[in-house]
């Protein structure tokens, strides 16, 4: 892992181990739910991810980046797809297996510590890739 990157994800986990419920309640008045989102990824945004990423070749969806489990809830959820989701802070993928478990996803979906500049994955495992606000 080089430097810089390391600081990207201490300064996202200090930020996942905060308190949610101010937050959760902007979103609900944003969004009308609280999705448990770290960006500014919006619900209409996230529900056409879920369309262009339902599945159309065999293979799970990857959520690269996932923070709290947003958008990878939404698209396993209506895109009735398995999704893999990936971080590196562990604070953030314990909200995001609570995220998947609270929607009864935990079946479908697999939450795993991993950078995504070296995938523990072989080539055309996934049938899509989708990520938010990971390169800001
Ligand atoms: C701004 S947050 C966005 C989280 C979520 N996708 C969302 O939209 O709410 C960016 C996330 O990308 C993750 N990230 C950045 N570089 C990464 C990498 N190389 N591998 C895995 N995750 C990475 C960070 O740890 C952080 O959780």
Known sequence: MIRDHEDVFERQARRYDRPLDTWAELEREAFGLAVGSNG??????????ARLSEAKVAGPVLDLGTGRGWPGWLVAERGHSN??????PVAGLRHAQEAFTARGLSSRT?????????????SETFSSIVHTDVFC
């Open 40 to 49: 500014y990824t919006i619900l209409a945004e996230a529900e056409e991810l």
């Open 83 to 88: 999704l893999v989701a990936i971080d590196v």
């Open 110 to 122: 697999q939450v795993i510590a991993s950078d995504g500049m070296a995938l523990p994955f072989a």
